[in-house]
């Protein structure tokens, strides 16, 4: 599960969460405009807004101030410290500071988010493995069962694969795809860590699942086209790597299907 392949992903996941969870959050602050205003600026001026974040954390602001204060730091492109403010966020709210600005106590399910926010920035400032411990915490905040915990399960994975965990990452998603069996990035993501920890078969059984699913995603073919190669199979890679092309047309797949493209024509006898 090589980390450049799972990197757009990973962007697309964090970004969507951080936009999502200040509704999640303002629908629970009685003081919903101080918070929706500060949210919004990050938008607008993410220095302004982390600014107007510091000053609500000096005066009480809790939980709600170090979130908007940790997305404006995102919205910066200072991860690292986002993650490290989403986890102040996390670890206040888990044990009740703050929480007055909430109206209510604050649910394990939005406890979970902020620890997987926390992970999410620590994997997009290159930091996975600090970003293993955040996961872990939000899935102790989630039904052991839950599609939200399968979600956490697959980011907690890469994060453990780009850290060199390739064991621990098949491990998580095998649990995540015995969740949620018809997911196809998570599928996707097993068929790789499969293949990198050399149990083919489980593999091949993922993509021919995947295939079945959304045979229209160049991702799944440039896996199928790395099965192909490990089983020693170039005419087959070739075609898979081809179509992969064709279907991404001129997307973050192309570049890496045409680096193997020409890895396949320099290899001896071929």
């Known amino acids: 599960m090589a980390p450049h ?106 406890r979970a988010q902020l620890y997987a926010q926390a992970g999410h920035s620590f994997i997009l400032a290159d930091k996975p493995s600090a970003a293993i411990a955040p996961f872990s915490d939000a899935l102790e905040h989630l039904p052991i069962a839950s599609p939200a915990a399968a979600d956490v399960m697959a980011d907690r994975a890469r994060a453990l694969a780009m850290s060199g965990n390739l064991e621990g990452a098949f491990a998580d998603l095998t649990v995540a795809v015995g969740i949620m069996p018809d997911d196809p990035d998570i599928l996707l993501l097993r068929a790789s860590a499969a293949r990198q920890t050399d149990r083919l078969t489980i593999a091949r059984q993922d993509v021919a699942r995947l295939a079945d699913l959304r045979p229209d995603m160049p991702a799944l073919w440039m896996e199928k086209a790395k099965i192909a190669m490990a089983d020693d199979e170039p005419t087959p890679a070739r075609k898979h790597l081809q179509r992969a092309i064709e279907l991404d047309d001129g997307g973050p797949v192309t570049q890496a299907a045409r680096y193997l493209l020409e890895e396949l024509m320099l290899r001896p006898g071929r």
């Open 5 to 110: 392949l799972s990197a757009k992903q990973v962007v697309m996941r964090a970004l969507a969460l951080l936009l999502l969870a200040p509704v999640l959050l303002a629908a629970r602050l009685p003081d919903h405009q101080r918070y929706e205003d500060c949210t919004a600026l990050v938008r607008q001026n993410a220095a302004a807004a982390f600014s107007e974040g510091l000053d609500w954390v000096d005066k009480g602001g809790g939980v709600a101030a170090r979130h908007c204060s940790a997305l404006a730091l995102s919205a910066m492109g200072k991860h690292e410290a986002a993650a490290e403010l989403m986890l102040e966020a996390a670890n206040a709210a888990a044990d009740g500071k703050g929480v007055q600005l909430l109206g209510m106590e604050m649910t394990p399910q939005l």
